[in-house]
T-cell receptor, first 113, second 115 residues
Framework: GNSVTQMEGPVTLSEEAFLTINCTYT??????LFWYVQYPGEGLQLLLK?????DKGSNKGFEATYRKETTSFHLEKGSVQVSDSAVYFC????????????FGSGTQLTVLP | DAGVIQSPRHEVTEMGQEVTLRCKPI?????LFWYRQTMMRGLELLIY????????DSGMPEDRFSAKMPNASFSTLKIQPSEPRDSAVYFC?????????????FGSGTRLTVV
């Protein structure tokens, strides 16, 4: 099945710093790609998605571009805030048109004031 | 919309006891997923249902685990007997099949501790 490899954490940044969390994938074809965020004590929430190559997903100042040449979907934000402290997960469908998602290991982000 | 509702939020039980986790998916969603989250193994898909029918249960660890979905608005995950290594956060998620994985919505999870 498809798989993702995510940047090891934890990541600690100062407020207003630039954020990059790396995600690379292995997949058959060009499945949709996702970033989910998990705030402390909560379930995962969809942060953004891209459904085809060269698409850019964006939400809440976060962006990720679907790059088939490098099989990557890195998450970026130009200026992080303390409220962005959370765990971030890269994900894609398990295989083909599968409904179920497979997730990366998660990257813990802590933003210091 | 109230979202995906899981109960209980926290469960502490003794080894050997039966544990039942509950999930109410979003109304109208017809796919339901049970995931387990641990520090060591991350997020693991245990089982998923489509139109109340189990489609893939290959992630269920062993026979001690069972899941049911008697109707479109309710699912249970049961562990009998429970063991300390079952301690984890269990998430339920639902989606509208036909939209790929776009409509995945997670509940807040049940934190299970088996002592």
């Amino acid at each position: 099945g498809n798989s993702v490899t995510q940047m090891e954490g934890p990541v600690t940044l100062s407020e207003e710093a630039f954020l990059t969390i790396n995600c690379t994938y292995t997949a058959t074809g060009y499945p949709s790609l996702f970033w989910y965020v998990q705030y402390p004590g909560e379930g995962l929430q969809l942060l953004l998605k891209a459904t085809k190559a060269d698409d850019k997903g964006s939400n809440k100042g976060f962006e990720a571009t679907y790059r088939k040449e490098t099989t990557s979907f890195h998450l970026e934000k130009g200026s992080v805030q303390v409220s962005d402290s959370a765990v971030y997960f890269c994900a894609l469908p398990f295989s083909g048109s599968a409904r179920q998602l497979t997730f990366g290991s998660g990257t813990q982000l802590t933003v210091l004031p | 919309d109230a979202g995906v509702i899981q109960s209980p939020r926290h469960e502490v039980t003794e080894m050997g006891q039966e544990v039942t986790l509950r999930c109410k998916p979003i109304s109208g969603h017809n796919s339901l997923f049970w995931y387990r989250q641990t520090m060591m193994r991350g997020l693991e898909l245990l089982i998923y249902f489509n139109n109340n029918v189990p489609i893939d249960d290959s992630g269920m660890p062993e026979d001690r685990f069972s899941a049911k979905m008697p109707n479109a608005s309710f699912s249970t995950l049961k562990i009998q007997p429970s063991e300390p290594r079952d301690s984890a956060v269990y998430f339920c998620a639902s989606s509208l099949a036909g939209q790929g994985a776009d409509g995945y919505t997670f509940g807040s999870g049940t934190r299970l501790t088996v002592v």
